[in-house]
């Protein structure tokens, strides 16, 4: 499977087997046609969906592997030997305290399902899922309605938890109340006394039984879709190459990944998941109602994207009715008004500029006078070179304040100092907007 990673895209000029052509449209059209068959009795649930941590990234929820950004960058405070030592079984038998720290950030409730976990839902409902497979442990498809038993968890979840010795069931109340009081549960057999953890795959476990159970179904699928992962951990990776070569393997991500793009039907959505999702709903006729279902996981928070999309239709079907030269005609009127309404920004911007600097001089002066009245003397104006002592800390934190890109990042090796306010070149920002450097009209 490993092989599938570093396979060729196909050549534009190979023919396609099941779709019309490599396109999000023609994806849509087979959804549409797969919900059509399910309508007329046929056993319509043959799609498959393969999903990562992509898909929640714009829940808020981290990214494990991400370096930068990621869950492991934010481990440092828990005093780790090293970042995955939080899901390493043998770690936790002898500290399962950092682990329930990080669990409490985690924990189901917290997060609201993005519009593509939506998305898998409303397969669901259109009776076409046969089943998701995901990496995630997040659980925000169960949020967003997707049943359990259409999901394989293969890296587990927060959905159950249990004695790491003795297996039994441990109840979610206990569990809950164990994250939110920060106490390590126990098994309820006190006999057995082990440690309880939710079941999530940890670093040294086997995967849960039932990925293993469902592993062969994306040979029956008549679709695939693969969502937000890189496909790089194994054996879920090797998933999408077990579909039949007829089965088209639709990728929404970032990045072209596992080999998909390879063969005649693979079709490539590269870009942010929501986004490649609302493309793919769009596709199927199916929008409306994937926005009007998502905005059930958060009412409050969804309904103007709702007025967003209706207001669209609405406007797409008054332009239906137009004469080519109406058209015409208002769109000249258009691009009029979009000249007018940019130039107005540019003077309005202009204006804000140039009071952002006036306050921002006044401030300086201010504080510069302020800082010699108290901090003393020479050392303390903010703007001269070499500032010492006493005065140090003092003016470093002014700066700070007053100019917030310089965190405790720019350390003293490289310590920037505002330098004194130029009237003529649009007070030494320079650096901020450089386009105030350039035009000396300013
Ligand atoms: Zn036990």
Redesign the pocket.
């Known amino acids: 499977m490993g092989q599938e990673n570093s396979l060729p895209l196909v050549d534009e000029d190979t023919p396609t087997q099941t779709l019309e052509n490599r396109s999000v449209e023609a994806v849509g059209r087979m959804l549409k046609a797969l919900e059509k068959r399910g309508e007329e009795g046929e056993r319509g649930e043959r799609v498959v969906v393969m999903t990562g941590a992509g898909i929640s990234t714009s829940a808020g929820i981290p990214d494990f592997r991400s370096p930068t950004t990621g869950l492991y960058a934010n481990l440092a405070r828990l005093n780790l030997p090293y970042a995955e030592a939080v899901f390493d079984i043998a770690y936790f038998r002898n500290n399962p305290l950092p682990f329930y720290t990080l669990a409490q950030e985690l924990y189901p409730g917290k997060y609201r399902p993005t519009i593509t976990h939506s998305f898998i839902r409303l397969l669901h409902d259109k009776g076409i899922l046969l089943k998701l497979f995901t990496q995630n442990i997040d659980c925000l498809e169960r949020e967003a309605g997707v049943p359990g038993d259409k999901i394989v968890e293969a890296h587990g979840s927060f959905a159950r938890q249990s ?1 790491i ?4 069931a441990y109840p979610e109340q206990g569990m809950k109340d164990a994250i939110r009081e920060k106490r390590v549960p126990r ?1 309820v ?1 006190k006999a ?3 440690l309880v953890k939710p079941e999530i795959v940890f670093f040294g476990e086997q995967l849960p039984a039932e990925f293993f159970a469902n592993r062969d179904l994306p040979t029956q699928a008549h679709l695939c879709i693969v969502m937000g992962t890189s496909l790089s951990v194994q054996p879920f990776a090797g998933l999408p190459a077990l579909c039949r070569e007829e089965t088209p393997r639709v990728l929404l991500n970032m990045e072209q990944v596992g080999g998909i793009g390879s063969r005649p039907d693979d079709v490539l959505v590269l870009g942010d998941c929501d986004a490649g999702v609302r493309k793919l709903a769009e596709a199927a006729g199916w929008l409306e109602e994937l926005e009007a279902l998502w905005a059930r996981t958060a009412p409050e928070k969804a309904a103007w994207r709702l007025e967003e999309v209706r207001r669209a239709k609405e406007e797409e079907e008054r332009k239906s009715n137009m004469t080519a030269d109406e058209l015409m005609e208002e769109e000249v009127a258009k691009m009029g008004r979009e000249v007018e309404e940019t130039l107005r920004l540019e003077k309005e911007q202009h204006k804000w500029l140039e009071e952002h600097y006036a306050g921002k001089r006044a401030a300086m002066r201010e504080q510069n006078s302020w800082l010699e009245e108290h901090v003393g003397g020479k050392a303390a104006m903010i703007g001269t070179e070499g500032t010492e002592n006493a005065a140090e800390d003092g003016a470093a934190a002014v700066r700070r304040d007053s100019h917030p890109e310089f965190t405790e990042d720019s350390g003293p090796s490289d310590e920037k100092v505002m330098r004194p306010v130029d009237e003529d070149s649009g007070g030494g920002l320079g650096h901020v907007f450089p386009f105030l450097a350039k035009r000396s009209s300013l």
Do not use: A, Q, R, S
Not at 165 to 168: N, P, V
């Open positions: 004695c010795e003795c297996k039994t098994c057999d057995c006394n082990g």
